[in-house]
């Protein structure tokens, strides 16, 4: 059982930077793809980034490359999501999950956390 809590949501203006973190208990997190994702109100569930164990693999979606970055702390049982340059467009919940399988679709992962509140303003 693993256990995973996010923080480090808030309100910020567009182009501001926000860090989220994902932290595990429970039974450790570092032999799992890591993976964060986002959900706005009335639309499904969609992958951002995600972090693999052993040999370090990221992945991002297409609409967060090159302004997100995830990295993850095994000492910590933490991961992170960098939020650089943000727009009204990143406004969601964000979801941290752990799990094995595929890791840029929501039935990939096993386990998730509660979300925290990202909102941006124009």
């Known amino acids: 059982q693993v256990q995973l809590v996010e923080s480090g949501g808030g309100l910020v203006q567009a182009g501001g930077s926000l860090r989220l973190s994902c932290a595990a208990s429970?039974?450790?997190?570092?032999?799992?793809?890591m993976g964060w994702f986002r959900q706005a109100p009335g639309k499904e569930r969609e992958f951002v980034a995600a972090i693999s164990w052993g040999v370090i693999t990221t992945w991002y979606a297409d609409s967060v490359k090159g302004r997100f970055t995830i990295s993850r702390d095994n000492a910590k049982n933490t991961v992170y999501l960098q939020m650089n340059s943000l727009k009204p467009e990143d406004t969601a919940v964000y979801y941290c999950?752990?799990?094995?399988?595929?890791?840029?679709?929501?039935?990939?992962?096993?386990?998730w956390g509660q979300g925290t509140q990202v909102t941006v303003s124009s």
């Open positions: 429970g039974r450790t997190f570092n032999r799992y793809n």
């Open positions: 999950a752990a799990g094995f399988g595929t890791t840029n679709t929501v039935n990939g992962y096993t386990y």
